[in-house]
Each structure stands twice: as C-alpha cells, then as structure tokens.
C-alpha cells in the first residue's frame, strides 16, 4: 500500500506563508497590516515545526515564534518598551505555553496519515556520486572518491555494531539486461508492506536514530531489521526503506528492532530473480551452468566462493571500461564492488540459484562527540554493493564477493574518528561532529517518542479505560491555561500601581543605604529637594523618577502617553539602581 505524508505540502505552505509575511511586511504601514505579518509568521513557524524536528530547525522555529510574538507585543504595547523588554515577554508567553504544548505532544494519539495516492517509485531520479538506481559498473573507468557526507546513525547501546552488522541496505537491483542492473518497477498494490510489528510495545528494543542528507533516490539506508515509524516509512517487498512520498531533502527517522522475522526476507522468489539474457555473457553462463548440477544452493554457493578465490582476482577503483561481465571475469579480473556483485549475482542465476544485487553503505567512522551520544558516521565514500541469494528454510542471505579478491583493509572496520592533516581542516571537521553529535542527541529524542512509545504510556496511565482520554486531555489543557495567564498577570504586576510601589520601596532602601532617608510624613519631592540641598550625586536623576512615579499615578493619560510614561518610569528606576549599586 503506497500513501503520502505531508513534508513536500508542508513545505511548500511554510515557505509560501513566510513569503508572504515578507512581502507583507514591505508595504505594512497600518497596524492592522502589521499584526496579519506577525501571525503569519507564527504561522509558518507551526507549520515548519510540524515537518523538521532536527536541531537547527528546531533553533530557527523557537527563534521566528519568538520574534513573532515580540513583534506582536510591540504593536500592542506601543514603542514604549525597550526591544530587550518586548522580548523578555514573548519568552514568557512562550513558557507559559509550553506546558500546554507538553500534554498535547504525550496525550493526543498519533493518527495515519488523512488520505494515499500512489507513490511513484523513482520518480524524477538522477545518477548521483555513491549510490545510483542502476548499476553498471563495466562504463566507470575511474571510481571517484566523494567523501561528502551521506548519513549519520546512533544506536540506542551506545555501542558500535560488529563489522558483519555494518552493511546498511538501500536498494535492490532486480533486472539485468546483461551489462546494467536496474531497480524494478513493482506494482503500486505492492510497492510497500508495513515493517514487522513488535509484539511488545512496552519492551525496551534498540533501536537506531537515523539522519540522512537529501538524495533523489527514493530509498533510505536501514540494517535491514526492526520496524520504522509507520507514518513516514513503508518497506516494500524486496527490503527498501521507503518514504510514503518521495522527498529529495534532508529525512530523520527512527528504526527499532523487534526480533521477529522481516517479511522481506522470508519472501519467496519469483521467476524474475533468476533471469539472465541468454548469449550476453556466454563464458559466465557456460561456467554457472557447470554449478547447476550440484544437488543444493549451499554447494553451488560454495563453489562460486572456491573458484573466485582461486582466481588473481584484485580490488581496484580504476579498473578501465569493461564491457561484459565476461571481460572482468576472464580477462581483466580486476575492479570495485559492483564488478563482483554483478558478477556473482549473475553467476548464481546462471546455476540456478535466486540472486540480486543490493547497493547501500558498509561500514562507517566510529565518533564519540564531546556531547550526545557516539554515532556512525557514512559518507559516499562508504558506498558498496553486494549480493543476496535465496536460500531455502533461510530466505534471503547476504554475500559479499568483494572480500574475496586481493584488496586493501576493509571499509568495514568502523573506525574511530580521525583528523585531516590540514589544521583548519581537522577544527572544521571536528566542530562538525560535535554539531552532529548534538542533532541527533535531539532528534532521538523528538523521533523516540512515535506511535509505539505513545501507546505504551497511554497503557500505563489507562489501562483499558481510554474513554477518559479526552476528558483528561481536556482538563488538563484548561486547567495549564488558567495557571498560564495568571502567572503572566502575576509577571505584569510591575506595571501596576502596586507593583512600582514595590519597585520605589526597593530604590528608597538603596538610597537609605546612602544615608538618604525618607522621614515621617515627607513627600517624594521633599525628599528629591532634601537631597539636591544635599548635594546628592543622583539628585536630577532621583527628581526626574519622582515625576515619572507621579505622571503615572495621577497624571489623565491615553493608552500610546501611557506606555511611553512606562517605558520611562522602567529606564529610570534602572538606571538610578544601577547607579546606586555602583556606588555601594
């Protein structure tokens, strides 16, 4: 079953309603125009939020709400307040709010997505450095060495994964014309199945916090195992990990393990896994043939390994065009990952043996930011190809001929990580993995609560008496919300009447603390005359206070009068206890 997920719609919203508030912005000269800028932005803040929850978008969201409602504030309240006080109460709204937005994130269920449409698999893909759609090997001459980075993974252990768990599948190449293999187009009733259910939601499973830079091919990188988060991803038939619609930006996701078998692995093969054009490679499929008479699998498996091993078969990454897989294997016997699991895959075909090529990543760095937890590191360096065969009462099993052949140390190794030799570099590189060590610390937070983890709180709070749901939720909102605005009345209190009389007490005391006491029955302007005929060092900035305090209290003032007698009143009385502070 295909389906869609809102990211691309989402996307195209947030950034158009951002545009507009620009636009709006531009020619806004009421207040009116002004306020419809600030929602707007608040707006698409929302939206954005709802679609990217890693880190740095995270940052800019908290940042735009902020200023959208500062910006909101400052309407209301006038020029009157200083940015730095505008801003300080947006931050208030925003906590206040945030309790709210706490019981709506762990109570209010998860829900699929509204309405499907097909996904149309492949759509708009590209050949890109790493990993591509269709492989073949036989026209790169000289394999580039991309060391931009591809994905970023980090396990719930903590701990790195044993060289032979390292292979991290993308896609799987099924048709094979005799020189290029291709992805298949599968049926849109069959382009995904739903991954593994875990019988235990309440179980603490590993699982494995991914976070993969945009590509356009519509599959991402997974072990192969557990079961993804059912509102973004499906894995289809062949064991892709893919996106319900295709995306070509940055994806975070979350895989966790289950421990029950993948369907995708126990699938039975069809008739299309053991094609191979007859006449394409005549000297592979004389020699596969001569495997076919061997009782099982196992045994042809077996002496495909004996005679790759037995030949000068070497690794290299320059290996020249090579046209035919009969070419590699029998003349130049030399070349990368692809020319072997092309090679073998179609071997096994020609013995009789379901086969096909996968292509993804192996192995990785090993890093251990400073903050978060370590994580693997995959550039598209690490690209690799392999094969799978069928194997019956074991299903689908990884080979990967490449070991095979004569080659430098593996990439599987999932080393520590390094530093260039280039200082600058090696700082860069370094302030890199620190910032990523921190995004996905993050994002496993924000993924790690999904459908599975919401239920099993849900099961803890309720049972099976779930009816209360929305009466809790409801009354739990209500009740935040009232405790919100009175503590955002409570926080306002300094702009009452009562609250500047606390604020004067606190100034009176540090000018007793200065020998400046305020006698029995002596007004505020006899004590800023006593203190000029005193010769007060703070005389003129005391007497403009006490008529800023008496402006407020007595003074008929409009609304804009009286916030602009406010934002007086709130510079002065700073500045005269910063004043007085120094002086003590």
């Known amino acids: 079953m295909a389906g869609l997920d809102f990211s691309a719609p989402l996307s195209w919203l947030s950034a158009g309603l951002l545009l507009l508030a620009g636009l709006k912005l531009a020619e806004a000269r009421s207040l009116p125009e002004r306020r419809l800028v600030s929602l707007l932005t608040l707006i698409g803040g929302g939206v954005q939020g709802a679609q990217q929850g890693e880190l740095l978008p995270s940052l800019l969201q908290l940042l735009a709400t902020a200023l959208g409602l500062a910006g909101l504030l400052a309407l209301e309240v006038g ?15 925003l906590l206040a709010a945030l309790p709210v937005a706490l019981v709506l994130f762990l109570l209010v269920p ?50 790195l994964p044993e060289p032979a768990e390292r292979y991290w599948r993308v896609i799987v190449h099924e048709q094979f014309d005799g020189q290029r293999w291709k992805q298949r187009e599968l049926p849109s ?47 289809n038939r062949n064991g892709e990990l893919q996106p319900l619609q295709a995306s070509r930006e940055r994806q975070a996701y979350l895989v966790r393990a289950t421990g029950s078998p993948q369907p995708w692995q126990q699938r039975q093969p069809i008739l299309a896994d053991l094609e191979l054009p007859a006449g394409s490679n005549p000297q592979l499929e004389t020699l596969g043939a001569s495997w076919g008479d061997l009782a099982t699998p196992e045994q042809r498996l077996a002496a495909a390994k ?21 070419v590699f294997l ?106 990523w060590g921190l995004d996905l610390a993050w994002s496993r937070w924000w993924l790690g609560f999904d459908q599975a983890g919401q239920e099993a709180l849900l099961q803890r709070l309720f049972g099976d008496q779930r009816q209360w749901l929305g009466a809790v939720v409801l009354g739990a909102v209500a009740g935040l919300v009232a405790l919100a605005l009175a503590w955002l009345q409570w926080l306002q209190q300094p702009d009452r009447p009562q609250g500047r009389r606390r604020q004067l007490n606190r100034v009176l005391q540090l000018l007793e603390q200065q020998g400046l006491q305020l006698q029995p029955g002596e007004t505020l302007e006899s004590l800023a ?56």
């Open 529 to 584: 005359m006593r203190a000029r005929e005193a010769d007060y060092g703070q005389a003129e900035l005391l007497t403009e206070l006490v008529a800023s305090y008496n402006q407020l209290l007595f003074a008929p003032l409009t609304g804009p009068q009286r916030r602009q007698a406010e934002a007086r009143w709130h510079r002065l009385r700073k500045e005269l206890g910063t004043r007085q502070l120094k002086a003590l």
């Open 189 to 235: 009733n069959r382009l995904a199945e739903p991954t593994a259910a875990d019988s235990n939601p309440e179980s603490k499973a590993s699982s494995q916090v991914w976070l993969v830079e945009s590509s356009p091919v519509n599959a991402l990188p997974w072990d192969g195992s557990g079961r993804a988060n059912p509102n973004q991803l499906r894995v």
């Open 79 to 93: 020029s009157g307040l200083s940015w730095r006080a505008v801003l300080r109460r947006s931050l208030a709204v």
């Open 110 to 159: 998860r829900i699929e997505p509204i309405w499907q449409t097909p996904n149309l698999r492949g759509a708009g893909a590209s050949a890109v450095t790493g990993l591509n759609s269709e492989l073949d090997p036989g026209r790169i001459s000289n394999l580039a060495d991309n060391t931009g980075p591809a994905a970023r993974v980090s396990f719930s252990s903590g701990q």
């Open 306 to 326: 004996q005679w790759f091993t037995q030949q000068d078969f070497r690794y290299s990454t320059t290996p020249g065009t090579q046209r035919g897989l009969d």
């Open 330 to 435: 029998f003349e130049r016997r030399e070349g990368f990952c692809g020319h072997y699991a092309s090679a073998f895959t179609a071997l096994m075909r020609a013995a009789g043996v379901p086969a096909r090529v996968v292509s993804g990543y192996l192995g990785g760095t090993w890093v251990r930011p400073l903050s978060g937890a370590p994580y693997l590191d995959l550039r598209h360096s690490n690209a690799h190809a392999w094969s799978e065969v069928w194997l019956p009462g074991q299903g689908w099993q990884r080979i990967d001929p490449s070991a095979w052949a004569t080659a430098p140390a593996s990439r599987a190794d999932g080393s520590e990580a390094g530093g260039s030799t280039n200082p600058i570099g090696s700082w860069l590189q370094w302030l890199q993995w620190q910032w």
